[in-house]
């Protein structure tokens, strides 16, 4: 069998055709897939970084928030157990209770301070001096400058730390008593069961944490023990105790907002006070019942 020779050159020894270019052949499907997985796993990897650099942001400036709601809360004795409760310690302002934002305040004044059984006191009367408090008895003023003005009591700092206090005996450790808050003060508070000067609980407003704290006073030593919640600290905010035995119940808006078992509850005194750090207070009706 002869083999087919290579034509090569023509006949008159010119070159054959030149070469020409080459063209590209249509895409190859397999390689496109390849090529968009990856720009697809490239895209997926950015987005996750940038979730989780604003994530890392989001953490370093977001504050703890309370989350203490309505529901009421135990505490066994000298234990604080809300869901927000401070830790033993003074108290603050610029203490250790996280911030967080305020709620709704509750529906008003306490269901059960109603009736003949009830004292009121409305400071509509003559100033300068407190006078006759609810029930008859006189105000004593243990610290601080207090007057009356314009059916309000108001104090400005004379208390050591911001203790101050002026009280009215209503003859036992059993209580139930409100006050409104006239105009929010931070640390303006109810005072009760004062065994002394130096020896009483407080509820106080905490606005920068957006609740109030049970404070123990014991010869002039401060302790935070438990607060309310989330909650509203704003004028006119209405807070309350209700004292009976060694189970103390805490009231804001007229609601039950949390409870603390007091191991030794003496002192037949209620009062107005402040906390550490406060430097004037106003307060409207006081409310009490024995």
């Not at 905010?237 to 603390?260: C, D, H, K, M, Q």
Request: net charge negative; charged share 20%.
């Amino acid at each position: 069998m002869t083999a087919t020779p290579d034509p090569g050159p023509d006949a008159t020894g010119g070159a054959g055709p030149p070469d020409q270019p080459r063209r590209a052949g249509p895409p190859n499907p397999a390689s496109l897939a390849v090529a968009s997985g990856v720009a697809v796993v490239v895209l997926l990897v950015s987005v996750l970084i940038g979730l989780a650099a604003a994530r890392a942001g989001d953490d370093d400036e977001a504050a703890p928030r309370l989350d203490g709601g309505g529901a009421a809360t135990t505490a066994e004795p000298g234990v604080a157990t809300s869901p927000t409760s401070a830790p033993d310690g003074d108290l603050p302002p610029g203490g250790d209770l996280p911030p967080g934002p305020g709620a709704p305040e509750g529906p008003g004044s306490d269901p059960e301070l109603q009736g003949d059984a009830v004292a009121r006191e409305d400071f509509e009367r003559p100033g300068p001096e407190l006078g006759v408090g609810p029930g008859g008895a006189a105000w004593e003023v243990v610290r601080g400058d207090w007057v009356l003005d314009e059916g309000v009591a108001r104090v400005s700092g004379g208390g050591p730390e911001g203790l101050d206090l002026a009280t009215v005996d209503v003859g036992s450790s059993d209580v139930r008593a409100q006050v409104t808050l006239a105009d929010g003060q931070p640390g303006s508070g109810l005072a009760f069961r004062v065994q002394g000067p130096d020896t009483y609980w407080l509820l106080s407003s905490l606005p920068e944490y957006a609740t109030f704290a049970l404070t123990r006073v014991e010869d002039g030593e401060t302790t935070a023990t438990v607060d309310t919640g989330l909650t509203s600290t704003t004028g006119g905010a209405v807070i309350g105790v209700n004292a009976e035995g060694s189970t103390i119940e805490l009231l804001v808006g007229g609601e039950v907002r949390a409870t603390y078992e007091d191991p030794d509850p003496a002192g037949t005194a209620i009062g107005l006070g402040t906390g550490p750090g406060a430097t004037e207070a106003s307060f409207d009706e006081l409310l009490v019942r024995v």
